[in-house]
């Protein structure tokens, strides 16, 4: 078995850059007698447009700054947020009414207009889940400046769930005229109606992000659970640090530098956790699904044969070795739709989880054509989650047969190239790696990177699949659970034999914080800041 020791891991990571000192602005704001959460994030803020990139940071930025109509509490229950709603007899007219109080961060009201525009602005996004329901969706129009109707072509069970689903690309409201842009380029502000405002004059990629309390939102008066309640704001200020050394934000953690740290490496927690002024807990609870993508448009992962000789190359646990290291965090899993779930199953998924495939790969790899185009690999240095799987997938490779350049990057780099359908030569990419959290990945419509939409619509890599589109179709059709677990059944039969994405087991991650903080949310889409206090 191949196995990359974690010390070198960190020489490779060394080209990352260094530890980011704590920034004069974050001094000042205690000095002005402002209640400021310091955290450092799992990665590093550069896109903000959480209709762009189904990148978790992104996501979490859209959770501080824009609000949803619709949110979930603990037992996946939909329950309104912005808005209330009523069903028609027949099932094909949706009716949400806005709550009094509503106020973009302009001070403008929020109207029924704007969530219009930004829910057809979600709809086109590259969220599966989101295109679904779009694919159902006759109109979505402003009755009055309050009401919002969402009529269908047929009936279709999943509306509610979809607009309150907690992630990946969520249902955000925005502005009339930001969520007119174009789904393909970025919004040029961050003006939303949630309980913090973004301070741009304080935004320094690489650096910090900035939140305020934004005194004039109007919380539910329902307790704070999972992304639905009250979401109080019970801290003035909330400051992203960057800091890609984690020893260096472990050591500011365990001195009151800073009070939240999301994902501190493995090694470090048993001193953590002798810390008596430190929590640690895992707080997605349902975890993550680790996964490589291929590029489908260009050579030589455009030949289905050299997908499945890459695929037969790799193993889940060298990669999970390498990236979690402790087996009490992870677990091997074949299963697209997650383990543990009504559709797992590990069909397909035998070599990933066996392993010792490497001269069935040779032999796949010289019966395929393949003609020594380099593999070119993403490598995040800066993103703790993501530093193992591109280091071991790349060496597992070589071993086969293949050509591998292996480019290393910050994460945000990753976030911003993988969206580029050019050549590798020109810009673009061969393979990148990533995780979702296991409930963005529980069923074929949630799960984004299943779609096979191809440049239209689909998700980064372009897989173009009818089969798999006739088989979500059908999925979204489908009255019995028995009819689903048959269907999700034949779409991983059909994944695992194109190679749409190659699943590398599920995972963990605990975060940490001092215990000077309260009220810290646990849920599938954290963590989140609101309901968070401090004590001075």
Known sequence: MFHVSRR??????????????????????????????????QSDLRVTDPGFTTAIITRDHGYMVYDTLLGIDSSFKVRPQMADWTISDDKLTYTFTLRDGLKWHDGAPV??????????????????????????????????????VLKLKEPYGLVLETIAKPSSIVAFMMPKRLAETPVSKQIPEQIGSGPFRFVASEFQPGVKVVYEKNTDYVPRKEPAEWTSGGKVARVDRVEWITMPDAQTALN??????????????????????????????ILNKFGFQSFGRMNFL?????????RRAAMLAINQKDVLDAQIGNPKYYKLCGAFFICDTPLASDEGGETLIKGNNLAAAKKALAESGYDGTPVVILAPTDQILLKAQPVVV???????????????????????????QKPPKEGGWNMFFTYQGAADAMNPLVNGAIVGKGKDGGWFGWSEDPKLEALRDAYARATSPEEQKKIALDVQKEAYDQVIYVPLGQFQAPSAWRKSLSGVIDGPATPMFWNVDKKE
């Open 298 to 306: 260009h050579p030589p992962f455009d030949n289905v044969k050299i």
């Open 8 to 41: 070198k891991l960190l020489k490779f990571a060394a080209v990352a850059p260094g530890a980011v000192a704590l920034p004069a602005a974050w001094t000042s704001a205690v000095a002005a007698g402002k209640k400021t959460l310091t955290a450092v994030m």
């Open 111 to 148: 109207a029924a207009e704007d969530c219009v525009a930004s829910l057809k602005r979600w709809g086109g996004s590259v969220d599966g889940m989101a295109r679904k329901l779009m694919d159902f969706t006759a109109s979505i129009e402003a009755a009055d400046s309050k009401t919002i």
């Open 394 to 420: 790349a060496q597992l490779l070589r071993d086969a047969g293949f050509k591998v350049d292996l480019q290393a990057m910050d994460w945000q780099t990753v976030v911003t190239r993988r969206t580029i």
């Open 252 to 281: 500011a953690l365990q001195s009151g530098d800073v009070d939240f740290v999301e994902t501190p490496p493995f090694d470090f927690l048993p001193a953590l956790e002798s810390n008596p002024d430190i929590n640690v807990s």
